[in-house]
């Protein structure tokens, strides 16, 4: 039973980040959307700030099984890439959203700090054990982080099939 109260509570948070962005997101709006009272709410979570830390937990667990399943099944570096693509790197607005929350303001807290860096490490671990060249590792890396990132922030994207020129461009003889 505290597994789905904690579930329902990540997903009320991460559903308020998508509908409304970081001040959306109170004790009071989190436990009224899990349907728990503000005191089974602080009982998972004893602060505002320990709720962005567990989503962050649970993003961080699920990049690294993704990554790391995907790496599994094919190149690994084209799997960091393409993980970078504009049309999966923001769901509704919610990474983005997670990003404001945990940077700035009242909940930047360095825990949720650390646990974001670590999100990005298991995003880019597959790709940096299959990349013998660390420099081609780095670039990999800075193209995949600047193409998601850019995706993030609204701006303007590369055509997907120069995106894909790009790729295999960086990918060749890897």
């Given at each position: 039973m505290a597994s789905d109260a904690r579930d329902r509570i990540?997903?009320?948070?991460r559903d308020l980040l998508v509908a409304g962005g970081p001040s959306s997101v109170t004790l009071e709006a989190v436990a009224d959307r899990a349907g728990l009272s503000k005191g089974g709410l602080l009982y998972h979570f004893p602060s505002k700030s320990a709720l962005y830390v567990g989503l962050l937990e649970q993003v961080r667990d699920a990049v690294d099984d993704e990554m790391t399943g995907r790496a599994a099944h094919g190149d690994a570096a084209r799997a960091f890439l393409e993980y970078a693509r504009p049309e999966?790197?923001?769901e509704g607005g919610f990474f983005t959203s997670l990003l404001a929350a945990v940077r700035t303001g009242e909940d930047a807290d360095p825990q949720a700090l650390a646990v974001l860096?670590?999100?990005f490490e298991a995003w880019e671990r597959p790709m940096r054990s299959a990349i013998?060249?660390?420099?081609r590792a780095e670039i990999i890396r800075l193209v995949g982080n600047g193409?998601?990132?850019s995706a993030i922030a609204g701006l303007?994207?590369?055509?997907?099939?120069?995106?894909e020129q790009v790729f295999d461009r960086l990918l060749t003889d890897a």
């Open positions: 990540l997903r009320a948070v999966s790197a923001d860096a670590e999100s013998a060249d660390p420099v193409l998601y990132l303007p994207q590369p055509d997907p099939e120069l995106l």
